[in-house]
Every structure is written in C-alpha cells, then in structure tokens.
C-alpha cells in the first residue's frame, strides 16, 4: 500500500482527542465546555460545538442534563463524540448508537475504544499501515458501525479539507 500523506491528511491524522481520564471532571460551564471541544477541533471544516448545540443535545435526549449549570466528564466525552458523530449520521441514529453502545460496553471503554479506532483507520486509509489492526478482543455489531462511522468522517473531512485548499488556490489564481 502507497502511503498517502498531505497537508489535508495530516491535519486529520494529527488529531488529537484527550483520553478520557484527561478529560476534566471539575465541573465545566458550558461555554468552557465549547472552548474546550472546539479547541481539540478548531483545524477540521464544520467540526465544532455551540452552546446552543448542546441545549439542543439534551432537549433531544442525546445529553443528560448538567447539574448547577455545570457539565461532567461524562457530558463532555459525549459531546465529543456527538460532535464528530452528526458530521456524518442523524441524531437518531446517533441516539441509536449511543443506546447500542451502553447496553455493551461503559462509557469510559466505549470513548477510549473510539480513540484507537480513529487513529487505527485514519493511519490505515492514509497508507501508514498496509491493514486496519483488530482492536479489543471481541467481534461487535457496535464496534463495526463505530469503526465505519469513524471511515466516513475520516473520508469526508479529506475531500472537505482537500476541496478548501483547491478553492483557495484558485481564488489566488483569480
């Protein structure tokens, strides 16, 4: 396998999301919480979070409400994982796969297995390794839609990115 790096895919493959112990669990505010999420996203096109975002996340259910005004750990991991998941699936399914995901695994599993799935297909899709690795030891419908809803973002945010770079070339161009 060719491996495949630009300007447009390293951006992707230098993300770096906190695990989820890094993530604080003093109680944040929401705006803290948008600066927080948005910091780790701020180089992705039409990746990031509102407050009024997250007001809609938990009217929506897809969000437990805070406690005085103040989110936890738990409230910002699945922000973060909201935040990358609508870029490429609706609100119910993500409702859905968040459902899924709690029947079969704790959330702290859940997010950090996000973790080595993203960085396991971006270095996979890019060329960096000839083969997607096998992560964890059990084969679950919920790990593969994560790891095929992880492709499709991995893919959109490429062509997104790539098509920004080539639109402001031509525009130095004109």
Same mark, same amino acid.
């Given at each position: 396998m060719k491996t495949f790096i630009n300007k447009e895919a390293e951006t992707i493959l230098n993300l770096n999301l906190p695990k989820y112990n890094d993530i604080p669990n003093t109680g944040l505010y929401l705006e803290q919480v948008t600066k927080y999420i948005n910091g780790y996203l701020?180089?992705? #096109?039409?990746?990031?979070?509102t #407050?009024?975002?997250?007001?809609?996340?938990?009217?929506?259910?897809?969000?437990? =409400?805070?406690?005085? =005004?103040?989110?936890s750990r738990e409230q910002i991991m699945r922000l973060i994982l909201i935040t990358f998941g609508k870029t490429v699936l609706s609100m119910d399914d993500l409702k859905l796969?968040?459902?899924?995901?709690?029947l079969a695994y704790p959330n702290e599993v859940a997010y950090n297995y996000f973790l080595l799935e993203y960085?396991?297909?971006?270095?996979?899709?890019f060329g960096i390794n000839e083969q997607m690795e096998t992560i964890g030891t059990t084969n679950t419908l919920?790990?593969?839609?994560?790891?095929?809803?992880?492709?499709?973002?991995?893919?959109k945010m490429y062509v997104e990115l790539t098509l920004d770079a080539k639109r402001k070339e031509l525009l130095q161009e004109d």
């Open positions: 701020e180089n992705l #096109p039409n990746v990031y979070i #407050p009024s975002m997250v007001t809609n996340y938990v009217k929506q259910g897809l969000l437990p =409400k805070c406690e005085k =005004k103040q989110y796969l968040f459902k899924l995901q709690s960085e396991n297909v971006i270095k996979y899709i919920e790990k593969e839609l994560l790891r095929n809803a992880i492709i499709s973002f991995a893919h």
